[in-house]
């Protein structure tokens, strides 16, 4: 059989710099993200934290103007009892209700620097290694700018460890921790001893679908809820190693059992064309997935972003479509 490659590389690079953390970026591993600060107590104690990129930042109290490039950044600072000045652009409500009002000042991949510049804010939250290239013009209008991502549950816990001492929160940090460290061990015992459902995870936009690795954050949340993951053992794109291109037979080699597509909106869409490219090769027609009409768009909230500390939803939501029965 010819192997088929789903592919558009125009589009995948729109695709690629259309989500924020929960998108294919560049590969990073934070290395024990360090925190630390004269004071835990005075608002006007001298805060440092290194932020992913192994930057040391040092904030004069506690910052009070913040600006969220991502959805999963903004979750993180409101749920550690923050508040931000600024919010990264969406098509619908805010992923925060509370922050609904808050000014749009672009995103990750598009930063506006024109708004930013009007809000004044102490730091503006952006992604590593995406923004390194905004440090700059960040710090050209006063303000710093401190660099995050997430590729795993563990990336987000260090998101919240880090965030914690920005905002001197630490305990309500550890807090959430250990409620996403709670569950994961939930997860883990609930499925230690069942069948793994295997599963093709798919990043989409129209016209262009890749498969999400183990290392990226889609990837992780599914081995954790407890699928497996076909796509596993596909080659890294060289440019965004947690995604691979789509070979339709190794896929179907594979016949996984659900096949669940992420995007980051337009989610009818993103649909309706993925199976428009499945019905124009028969072959998919055999694969358990599709016999049995297992082929769904997870919420984009949740999957086609970083959740932040909502992270607790994506895994149970995971976990109840590999396991309806439980």
Same mark, same amino acid.
């Not at 093709?200 to 290392?215: D, K, S």
């Not at 339709?248 to 995007?263: K, S, V, W």
């Given at each position: 059989?010819?192997?088929?490659?789903?592919?558009?590389?125009?589009?995948?690079?729109?695709?690629?710099?259309?989500?924020?953390?929960?998108?294919?970026? #560049?590969?990073?591993?934070?290395?024990?993200? $360090?925190?630390?600060?004269? $004071?835990?107590?005075?608002?006007?104690?001298?805060?440092?934290?290194? @932020?992913?990129?192994?930057?040391?930042?040092?904030?004069?109290?506690?910052?009070?103007? !913040?600006?969220?490039?991502?959805?999963?950044?903004?979750?993180?600072?409101? #749920?550690?009892?923050?508040?931000?000045?600024?919010?990264?652009?969406?098509?619908?409500?805010?992923?925060?209700p509370t922050a609904e009002n808050?000014?749009?000042?672009?995103?990750?991949?598009?930063?506006?620097?024109?708004?930013?510049?009007?809000?004044? +804010?102490?730091?503006?939250?952006? =992604?590593?290694?995406?923004?390194?290239?905004? %440090?700059?013009?960040?710090?050209?209008?006063?303000?710093?700018?401190?660099?995050?991502?997430?590729?795993?549950?563990?990336?987000?816990? $260090?998101? !919240?460890?880090?965030?914690?001492?920005?905002?001197?929160?630490?305990?309500?940090?550890?807090?959430?921790?250990e409620q996403i460290d709670q569950?994961?061990?939930?997860?883990?015992?609930?499925?230690? $001893?069942?069948?793994? +459902?295997?599963?093709?995870?798919?990043?989409?936009? +129209?016209?262009?679908?890749?498969?999400?690795?183990? =290392?990226?954050?889609?990837?992780?949340?599914?081995?954790?809820?407890?699928?497996?993951?076909?796509?596993?053992?596909?080659?890294?794109?060289?440019?965004?190693?947690?995604?691979?291109?789509?070979?339709?037979?190794?896929?179907?080699?594979?016949?996984?059992?659900? %096949?669940? %597509?992420?995007?980051?909106? =337009?989610?009818?869409?993103?649909?309706?064309?993925?199976?428009?490219?499945?019905?124009?090769? #028969?072959?998919? =027609?055999? %694969?358990?997935?599709?016999?049995?009409?297992?082929?769904?768009?997870?919420?984009? @909230?949740?999957?086609?972003?970083?959740?932040?500390?909502?992270?607790?939803?994506?895994?149970?939501?995971m976990h109840d479509k590999l396991? +309806?029965?439980?």
């Amino acid at each position: 059989m010819k192997s088929h490659v789903l592919w558009s590389s125009a589009a995948l690079l729109l695709a690629v710099t259309g989500c924020s953390s929960g998108a294919p970026t #560049a590969d990073h591993k934070p290395t024990n993200v $360090s925190v630390s600060a004269t $004071s835990s107590r005075a608002n006007n104690a001298t805060i440092q934290v290194t @932020d992913f990129s192994k930057r040391t930042l040092a904030f004069q109290g506690i910052p009070q103007h !913040i600006v969220a490039l991502s959805n999963g950044d903004l979750d993180i600072i409101y #749920a550690l009892g923050g508040t931000a000045v600024g919010r990264p652009n969406s098509n619908g409500p805010s992923v925060v209700p509370t922050a609904e009002n808050v000014q749009q000042v672009g995103s990750t991949h598009e930063v506006d620097l024109e708004k930013i510049t009007m809000l004044k +804010p102490d730091v503006v939250l952006g =992604n590593y290694p995406m923004n390194e290239k905004d %440090i700059p013009a960040i710090e050209g209008v006063g303000s710093q700018l401190l660099l995050t991502g997430a590729n795993s549950v563990k990336d987000i816990q $260090s998101q !919240i460890t880090l965030f914690g001492q920005l905002l001197q929160k630490q305990a309500q940090a550890v807090k959430l921790n250990e409620q996403i460290d709670q569950q994961v061990a939930k997860l883990q015992k609930d499925t230690a $001893s069942s069948s793994k +459902p295997k599963v093709l995870l798919v990043y989409g936009a +129209p016209a262009t679908y890749m498969a999400a690795l183990p =290392n990226s954050l889609g990837g992780n949340i599914l081995e954790v809820a407890g699928g497996s993951n076909i796509a596993a053992d596909f080659p890294g794109l060289q440019n965004f190693p947690q995604y691979a291109q789509l070979n339709t037979e190794r896929i179907i080699q594979a016949d996984p059992d659900y %096949i669940f %597509i992420m995007t980051h909106g =337009n989610t009818e869409e993103v649909k309706a064309a993925f199976l428009k490219e499945m019905q124009e090769n #028969a072959a998919w =027609n055999g %694969i358990q997935a599709v016999k049995s009409n297992q082929v769904e768009v997870l919420p984009s @909230d949740l999957f086609g972003t970083n959740p932040g500390a909502r992270v607790t939803k994506a895994l149970d939501l995971m976990h109840d479509k590999l396991y +309806p029965a439980k």
